[in-house]
């Protein structure tokens, strides 16, 4: 069902025929670069935060790891992750296929500049066996995102 959702989002922009749907899981990072056949840092992930008590994502690179201390330089406070219930209820998708297009109303997105090295990056659209292929400039419009911030180390 999440992946209609996702479909639905990009139907308005004339782009559904471009979210790919795998016969197979894509719900890691790992599962999702073999579904695609491309190098696991371009799997754009997208992690679930509670802040305060607003529900937050970050988009980074596949293979970038949130750095604590960065991120509570940014945000002011330990990074703490939304349960799988948490995520479902607050942002709308499930775990393994959470995306940072057609959430939730309230829900900030943010990229990281683990993604800026890419031309294009695969986020997930909606379950844990969907995506679709989107250039940076792409994934700022349909994202929404609040800003760039830099959270994460790993991937240099």
């Given amino acids: 069902m999440s992946i209609e959702?996702?479909?639905a989002f990009f139907r308005r922009f004339g782009m559904e025929n471009q979210v790919l749907e795998f016969e197979v899981s894509s719900a890691?990072?790992?599962l999702a670069a073999k579904a695609l056949n491309c190098e696991p840092a371009r799997i754009a992930k997208t992690l679930s935060f509670k802040l305060d008590e607003q529900a937050i994502l970050i988009v980074t690179a596949g293979d970038a790891k949130i750095d604590n201390?960065?991120?509570k330089a940014k945000f002011g406070g330990k990074a703490k992750m939304l349960t799988p219930d948490e995520v479902l209820d607050r942002v709308g998708y499930p775990?393994?296929?959470v995306c940072p297009f057609g959430t939730?109303?309230?829900v900030a997105v943010y990229l990281d500049v683990s993604l800026r090295?890419?031309?294009t990056v695969f986020p997930a659209c909606g379950s844990d066996n969907s995506g679709?292929?989107?250039t940076i400039p792409q994934l700022e419009k349909y994202s929404g995102f609040m800003e760039w911030v830099d959270v994460c180390k790993g991937w240099i």
């Fill in 5 to 7: 959702k996702g479909r």
């Fill in 28 to 30: 890691t990072v790992e």
């Fill in 69 to 71: 201390p960065k991120y």
């Fill in 95 to 97: 775990v393994g296929g």
């Fill in 104 to 106: 939730k109303d309230g």
């Fill in 117 to 119: 090295r890419f031309e």
């Fill in 132 to 134: 679709i292929e989107l």
